[in-house]
Structures are given as structure tokens and as C-alpha cells.
């Protein structure tokens, strides 16, 4: 059974940074993307970042460019989404995901599995 636990979250004061992890386990995943979402109060659920786990290509989403990098640690088999110079329309609710395909989409739906999410506040 494939499980995603994030972890990492929390408040930050405005220009702070944070790194999120997401631990991923119940199968390999070389033939996965691993992504990013966030969904703020009210808001839709939306991409921020992702990577294709044996290629290690990454895309973004364009508010979080120059900001945010996503990488993979194999031997760990995790997923890390380092935030800096964050703002206060950056916090919501952070989602890992997992996709079964070598190419990196952007639309939640697409992905499989999904982890609980873990609260990330900016104050200002």
C-alpha cells in the first residue's frame, strides 16, 4: 500500500524559509512524478512543483520560481520542497502527491496517491 507522509510545515515569518519532506513508501517509485500542491482556505487545490523521480526533471508553478525547489533523495525515498523567501499568500495546506507516469502534469486529477498535507503559515 503506497503511503506519502509530509512533514515539515509550519509558521514562518515573511522572507523565512522552510523545507517540506515528504517520506514515500509500499512500492518503488522510479516510474512515478512526485508533486507539490497547495490549497489555501476557500481556495482550489493548486500545483506548485514537481519532479519525475529517475530523470529528476522538475517543473513549477510560475508564482513559486526563484523561490521553491523540489528534490528526491533515493536512498531515503523522499521528496523535499525547500520554500524560501516565503510570503504570506504562500500559506495553505501542502500536499505531496504521486503520478504514475514519466511525464509531469500539473492537474491534480492526474495523480494517484495523496498524503494528509501538512500547514504551512506565513505571517507578516
Known amino acids: 500500500q503506497v503511503q506519502l507522509v509530509e512533514s515539515g510545515g509550519g509558521l514562518v515569518e515573511a522572507g523565512g524559509s522552510l523545507r517540506l519532506s515528504c517520506a514515500a513508501s509500499g512500492r518503488t517509485f522510479s516510474d512515478y512524478v512526485m508533486g507539490w500542491f497547495r490549497q489555501a482556505p476557500g481556495k482550489e487545490r493548486e500545483f506548485v512543483a514537481a519532479i519525475s523521480w529517475s530523470a529528476g526533471r522538475t517543473a513549477y508553478a510560475h508564482f513559486v520560481k526563484g523561490r521553491f525547489t523540489i528534490s528526491r533523495d533515493y536512498a531515503k525515498n523522499t521528496v523535499y520542497l525547500q520554500m524560501n523567501s516565503l510570503k504570506p499568500e504562500d500559506t495553505a495546506v501542502y500536499y505531496c502527491?504521486?503520478?504514475?507516469?514519466?511525464?509531469?502534469?500539473?492537474?491534480?486529477?492526474?495523480?494517484?496517491?495523496w498524503g494528509q498535507g501538512t500547514q504551512v503559515t506565513v505571517s507578516s
Open positions: 502527491a504521486a503520478d504514475r507516469s514519466f511525464g509531469i502534469s500539473t492537474v491534480k486529477n492526474e495523480y494517484d496517491y
